[in-house]
């Protein structure tokens, strides 16, 4: 074989590595790209949990100044928190439309807001009656030791627990895949380099 052959050869031996090279590495970016889509999904699915818990710590800690304090000026957390639940709720709920497991415990959460909401709001009434000597300190303490409303606070925050648990376990997951696939992508970037150029020297 003339040397001018052999250079060809190699030639289009080392075209033909860099494509699938390129090729592979275009792959795995686009793997990359829908990797990094992902994992930023999961940290707006966590973010709206925790906005979850802060407005019902809100919540709380309107109903509970109010019951203390007996002035209204206490109750707007407590009306603030509503609003900033139902919000992160629904933008929860849009996120996780594809997982079922997230959408049923968001469910349960929901339904422990709707409870707690109705314990703290019979608390409220009857703080107001006592504040306008309709009711009595007993009626009022009688109910708040029932805990009625801390039952409904503590069922809420283990759901909320095992939501951000579920997505930080997938999280985990995505950013190894990533992790791995940014490994790949340098390892055939290196290693098609190092053949391309091998090739071309034997064939030289």
Do not use: C
């Not at 860099?18 to 792959?27: D, E, I, R, Y």
């Not at 606070?153 to 895949?177: I, K, N, P, S, V």
């Amino acid at each position: 074989m003339t040397v001018s052959k052999r250079l060809l050869l190699a030639f289009a031996a080392v075209i033909f590595v860099f494509l699938a090279v390129g090729g592979t590495s275009l792959f795995s970016s686009l793997r990359l790209g829908e990797a990094d889509r992902w994992n930023r999904h999961t940290y707006a699915v966590i973010d709206q949990g925790s906005a979850l818990m802060q407005a019902m710590t809100d919540m709380e800690t309107g109903a509970r100044g109010y019951l203390i304090a007996g002035e209204e000026a206490f109750l707007g957390p407590w009306t603030s928190g509503q609003a900033a639940f139902d919000k992160a709720w629904a933008e929860a709920k849009s996120l996780t439309a594809d997982n079922p497991a997230q959408q049923q415990r968001l469910d349960g959460i929901k339904a422990s807001r709707d409870e707690f909401v109705a314990v703290a709001n019979a608390l409220i009434q009857a703080r107001r009656q006592l504040a306008s000597s309709g009711g009595s300190v007993e009626a009022l303490t009688a109910e708040f030791k029932q805990g009625k409303d801390k039952a409904a606070m503590d069922r809420l925050r283990a759901l909320q627990a095992e939501f951000e648990q579920a997505e930080a376990g997938l999280l985990a997951t995505r950013t190894a895949d990533a992790n791995a696939l940014r490994t790949f992508n340098r390892i055939v970037i290196v290693a098609g380099s190092l053949f391309a150029v091998l090739v071309f020297l034997l064939a030289s």
